[in-house]
Nanobody, 125 residues
C-alpha cells in the first residue's frame, strides 16, 4: 500500500508564503507517477491546483494560482512540493497531494489513484 503524507500547512497572513511537501512511502512508485495538488475550501468541492509529470519537465496550474504557486518534485527524496507565494484569504483550504500512474499531466480527480491526508492552510486578511 502506497502512502502519501502531506505537511507544511499553517496559519499565515495575506501576502505571505508557504511551502507544502508530500512524501511518498515507495521510491519505485514515486518516480513513475504524475503528481498533483488539490484543495478543498469550507463548503466547496475539492478543486485542482497544480500537477507535474513523472519527469518533472511539465507542469500545469489552475488559473487562480498561476504565477503565484509553483509545483516541483525531487525524485531522489520521493517528495513533491507546492511553493505558494502572495497568498490570499481565498487560498484558505485543506490541501491534498495525489498520485496518478500515467505519463500525462492529469487535472481531474478521478484520474488520481492515491491521496494524502491533507494539510490545512489558513490565510488571514
Amino acid at each position: 500500500q502506497v502512502q502519501l503524507v502531506d505537511s507544511g500547512g499553517g496559519l499565515v497572513q495575506a501576502g505571505d508564503s508557504l511551502r507544502l511537501s508530500c512524501a511518498a512511502s515507495r521510491a519505485t512508485f514515486f518516480t513513475n507517477y504524475a503528481l498533483g495538488w488539490f484543495r478543498q475550501a469550507p463548503g466547496k468541492e475539492r478543486e485542482f491546483v497544480a500537477a507535474i509529470n513523472w519527469r518533472g519537465s511539465l507542469t500545469t496550474y489552475a488559473d487562480s494560482v498561476k504565477g503565484r504557486f509553483a509545483i516541483s518534485r525531487d525524485n531522489a527524496k520521493n517528495t513533491v512540493y507546492l511553493q505558494m507565494n502572495s497568498l490570499k484569504p481565498e487560498d484558505t483550504a485543506v490541501y491534498y497531494c495525489a498520485a496518478d500512474a500515467s505519463a500525462g499531466l492529469p487535472t481531474l480527480q478521478k484520474n488520481y489513484d492515491y491521496w494524502g491526508q491533507g494539510t490545512q492552510v489558513t490565510v488571514s486578511s
